[in-house]
């Protein structure tokens, strides 16, 4: 009999704990489930890949193992002119994301046409693939291009290393420096259905998120949502010199300074000076400079052109 009131306490309290937890957590996932997937949810489904977060796969969160959104303006194959479309570029080695893994979290009607018509289920991660959207009487679902068309990763980053640079998106690690770098702690990805509307956008649909792991929705907001950024905001250099020091566009922001995502080198290959920079950024607060110094051009594989590109495809 001894202590029997804390084992029963414990008990409940273990019992609570856990239905609520079941609640927030395990509840939802039948209504994510039971949901088919829209359009903006496949696309930021195969953009961001399989996890965004610390993994096996990526420890150090350095945007290791993520797809590439790829715009083709000809077919990678034949070299023919064709419209711009856009599709995932999932390397050898590269985790698909649950869409392809469990393909009943696409919705009724969409995984029939995936796996049917799209083949899904031929590819192959020791091979890599190259996916794409497609429709069929107005359903969208997902294409394997690699088993449909025969365009293979190769083939496609040839097509693609051969245009130009900006046809090419790191947002899938992007989207690893958001939620590194606690972006999310400051910023939300869910305008709420209030005035939110006029300033922000209209809030997602519950089908936006099948297979998005984390949604990032955050849980405070001490900034602007960014969910429609992309749209409202195209500019990349506003990005580069907001990213840099906030300071340069929002006088009194209370954002901190990303510099460091630039790396050691800029776009030309030369040592960034930090301190000569930041020196150069004092005089002009005092008055003693007339204009900021310029902010450096940033490489094409610098952590901070990941998150730029993750900002643009927020749209």
């Known amino acids: 009999?001894?202590?029997r009131e804390y084992k029963l306490g414990a008990r409940m309290f273990g019992l609570a704990l856990g239905?609520?937890?079941?609640?927030?957590?395990?509840?939802?996932?039948?209504?994510?489930?039971?949901?088919?997937?829209?359009?903006?949810?496949?696309?930021?489904?195969?953009?961001?890949?399989?996890?965004?977060?610390?993994?096996?796969?990526?420890?150090?969160?350095?945007g290791w193992n993520k797809p590439l959104k790829v715009t083709l303006k000809a077919d990678p194959v034949t070299g023919q002119p064709m419209e711009a479309k856009e599709v995932y570029v999932y390397q050898k080695g590269t985790t698909f994301p649950a869409g392809v893994l469990h393909p009943r979290i696409l919705?009724?009607?969409?995984?029939?046409?995936?796996?049917?018509?799209?083949?899904?289920?031929?590819?192959?991660?020791?091979?890599?693939?190259?996916?794409?959207?497609?429709?069929?009487g107005g359903v969208s679902y997902v294409e394997n291009l690699t088993a449909t068309k025969g365009w293979t990763t190769a083939v496609v980053m040839a097509a693609a290393n051969a245009g130009k640079d900006e046809d090419i998106s790191h947002a899938g690690a992007g989207k690893t420096m958001f939620?590194?770098?606690?972006?999310?702690?400051?910023?939300?990805?869910?305008?709420?259905?209030?005035?939110?509307?006029?300033?922000?956008?209209?809030?997602?649909m519950i089908g936006d998120f099948n297979g998005e792991s984390p949604t990032a929705f955050g849980s405070d907001r001490k900034a602007p949502d960014l969910l429609h950024v992309g749209s409202r905001n195209s500019s990349r250099e506003w990005m580069m010199l907001h990213f840099f020091n906030p300071r340069l566009v929002q006088p009194h922001s209370i954002m901190p300074r990303f510099d460091y995502l630039w790396g050691e080198k800029d776009a030309n290959g030369q040592k960034i000076d930090f301190d000569k920079w930041r020196t150069e950024y004092?005089?002009?607060?005092?008055?003693?400079?007339?204009?900021?110094?310029?902010?450096?051009?940033?490489?094409k594989n610098s952590e901070i052109r990941y998150l730029v590109d993750y900002m643009m495809s927020l749209k």
């Open 179 to 204: 939620v590194r770098e606690g972006c999310w702690w400051c910023h939300t990805l869910l305008p709420e259905q209030t005035q939110d509307w006029q300033v922000f956008g209209a809030p997602p």
């Open 282 to 299: 004092d005089q002009y607060r005092n008055g003693s400079r007339v204009t900021p110094p310029d902010v450096p051009a940033y490489s």
């Open 19 to 62: 239905g609520s937890m079941c609640i927030t957590l395990l509840l939802p996932a039948f209504d994510f489930a039971a949901v088919a997937s829209t359009d903006m949810g496949l696309d930021k489904q195969f953009t961001a890949g399989h996890e965004t977060g610390f993994s096996l796969d990526d420890p150090f969160l350095l």
């Open 107 to 136: 919705g009724k009607g969409i995984e029939e046409l995936s796996v049917q018509k799209g083949k899904i289920s031929e590819a192959k991660k020791d091979a890599g693939a190259v996916f794409g959207l497609a429709k069929d």
């Open 1 to 3: 009999m001894a202590f």
